[in-house]
């Protein structure tokens, strides 16, 4: 076998390895992660018992742990989305140009994978900063 073969089998074993831990990394977080709304209501009562809290101060308080959790889960998404761009964008030029079109293909499902599980943005390919 010629070098640039074997270094393509090798690259698409890396990229199938890469996307198989990425779905059971999500796969497994989901089920080990309490989601957003468990995870702020849970502060929420330990807040409560542990500081006194009033319920009218719960009640202000509330939003604002909402609002935390869901820009933690945005900058979650962003981060994820960001690095696997990188690391594709690596991975794309070290493939031949008939490989592309079926790596086009895996980005996007990654892609649709991370959205579904953080409910992140658009399609658009995340700018760093």
Known sequence: MSKLKIGLYL????????VSGVF?????GRHMMPGQADMAARWCRDLQSKMNLTPAQVNKIRPII???M???????????SLNLSNCNARIAAELAPEQKPKFE???KEQQDMI????GGGTNETPKNP
């Open 24 to 28: 059971v990394t999500v796969q497994v």
């Open 105 to 107: 293909q895996i980005q």
């Open 11 to 18: 690259t698409a074993i890396f990229v199938a390895g890469f």
């Open 115 to 118: 959205r579904a599980t953080f």
């Open 66 to 68: 909402n609002e935390a």
């Open 70 to 80: 869901g820009e933690f889960k945005s900058r979650v998404y962003a981060d994820m």
